[in-house]
């Protein structure tokens, strides 16, 4: 699987978008990338996936660069729930989801 | 909520021990994948099975073992427990082989302390 690289923390004020960065340089064309969040030891929640285009849910948006070297993820109204750590994850057929650190977002009141 | 369940919720065990994690996937999924997260860490793969079958596995020794049953339940055992097993234990289920566009939903985990 390709190594991503993101930030290791970021704040962000509540109420206003969160822009985190993941840096995926070596991806290959089949890997997806994928963001999961984890709130203080809970179990990570799946937040979105996109392979080439652009992807919006209820949760969030995935900004995926032409050459697919870089991803965003945005929160557009961050909400104090939001807190968590977020990780950028790019997976191939052979399924194993590596973690890497994250990145750990507060958002402030 | 993920439908993904595990149990116990915590468990204490000695050195040297066995132990046995259960997990209970999403009907109708075909793949669960264990992994292992310590503490300040990001998970770790540990193996995955897919209809019952091994389908990979992670850099984690053979006394980490599991089974899939047909009942979407599934176990991770682990044998002569270490003090560096201390870990929270994840289940992630999914329809098809995860990875390959699929999507992983994750339980709560199971927080095993080894004294």
């Known amino acids: ?109 | 909520e993920t439908g993904v369940t595990q149990s116990p919720t915590h468990l204490i065990k000695t050195r040297g021990q066995q132990v046995t994690l259960r997990c209970s996937s999403q009907s109708g999924h075909n793949t669960v994948s264990w992994y292992q997260q310590a503490l300040g860490q990001g998970p770790q793969f540990i193996f995955q099975y897919y209809r019952e079958e091994e389908n990979g596995r992670g850099n984690f020794p053979p006394r980490f073992s599991g089974l899939q049953f047909p009942n979407y339940s599934s176990e991770l055992n682990v044998n002569a427990l270490e003090l560096d097993d201390s870990a929270l234990y994840l289940c992630a289920s999914s329809f098809g082989l995860a990875g390959a566009g699929d999507t992983q939903y994750f339980g709560p985990g199971t927080r095993l302390t080894v004294l």
């Open chain 1, 1 to 109: 699987d390709a190594k991503t690289t993101q930030p290791p923390s970021m704040d962000c004020a509540e109420g206003r978008a969160a822009n985190l960065p993941c840096n995926h340089s070596t991806i290959s064309g089949n890997e997806y990338v994928y963001w999961y969040r984890q709130i203080h030891s809970q179990g990570p929640q799946y937040i979105i996936h996109g392979l080439k285009n652009n992807e919006t849910n209820e949760m969030a948006s995935l900004i995926i660069t032409e050459d697919r070297k870089s991803s965003t993820l945005i929160l557009p109204h961050a909400t104090l729930r939001d807190t968590a750590v977020y990780y950028c994850i790019a997976a191939y057929y052979d399924y194993k989801l590596s973690f890497g650190a994250g990145t750990t977002v507060t958002v402030r009141a």
